[in-house]
T-cell receptor, first 111, second 115 residues
Framework: DAKTTQPNSMESNEEEPVHLPCNHS???????IHWYRQLPSQGPEYVIH???SNVNNRMASLAIAEDRKSSTLILHRATLRDAAVYYC????????????FGSGTRLQVQP | NAGVTQTPKFRVLKTGQSMTLLCAQD?????MYWYRQDPGMGLRLIHY???????AKGEVPDGYNVSRLKKQNFLLGLESAAPSQTSVYFC??????????????FGNGTRLTVT
């Protein structure tokens, strides 16, 4: 399975944008890029996903490099509630293989 | 619509005891999963199911058994608990669709301590 690499931790200030990077140099053509986050003492929750084009939803934006070897999750205005562990995950196009979670990026948001 | 519900929320077992964790989903999802999360670590897949009556091994299946007798329920059993199974267990479910539109829905976890 293709692996992802993320920084262990990042810090941001409240109300500022946050760019969370993810490298996936061995991504295959049929792999989708998924992002989940896990708030303290909760199960992971889905954030966003994409294949080739940049994606936006109410929670975040996903910017995917042209060669698809990296992507960036963008939180436009960080809030204290966004402090969580963010996981970047590749999922094959059949959806038949379960998600494999790495250790993710722990985001701290300072007031 | 409760989503994914896990019971119990907390449990303490002695080494060698057995127990069953229950996961129930009310979204008519075909796929269900059991993950474990050790302190400071990411989630690791134990077992999963792609439909009623079917199960498959994940990354760390040893010491666990599962059953999916009804579509809405996925049971995780520990026959003889060991301290190494102290962890937080998460259940998740998803629809049977192509990967781009099938996010996983997670429960809030069961915190298990084996002494």
């Amino acid at each position: 399975d293709a692996k992802t690499t993320q920084p262990n931790s990042m810090e941001s200030n409240e109300e500022e944008p946050v760019h969370l990077p993810c490298n996936h140099s061995t991504i295959s053509g049929t792999d989708y890029i998924h992002w989940y986050r896990q708030l303290p003492s909760q199960g992971p929750e889905y954030v966003i996903h994409g294949l080739t084009s940049n994606v936006n939803n109410r929670m975040a934006s996903l910017a995917i490099a042209e060669d698809r070897k990296s992507s960036t999750l963008i939180l436009h205005r960080a809030t204290l509630r966004d402090a969580a562990v963010y996981y970047c995950i590749l999922r094959d196009g059949t959806g038949r293989r379960a998600l494999t979670f790495g250790s993710g990026t722990r985001l701290q948001v300072q007031p | 619509n409760a989503g994914v519900t896990q019971t119990p929320k907390f449990r303490v077992l002695k080494t060698g005891q057995s127990m069953t964790l229950l996961c129930a989903q009310d979204m008519n999802h075909e796929y269900m999963y059991w993950y474990r999360q050790d302190p400071g670590m990411g989630l690791r897949l134990i077992h999963y199911s792609v439909g009623e009556g079917t199960t498959a091994k994940g990354e760390v299946p040893d010491g666990y058994n599962v059953s999916r007798l009804k579509k809405q329920n996925f049971l995780l059993g520990l026959e003889s608990a060991a301290p190494s199974q102290t962890s937080v267990y998460f259940c998740a479910s998803s629809v049977l669709r192509t990967a781009d539109t099938s996010p996983l829905h997670f429960g809030n976890g069961t915190r298990l301590t084996v002494t």
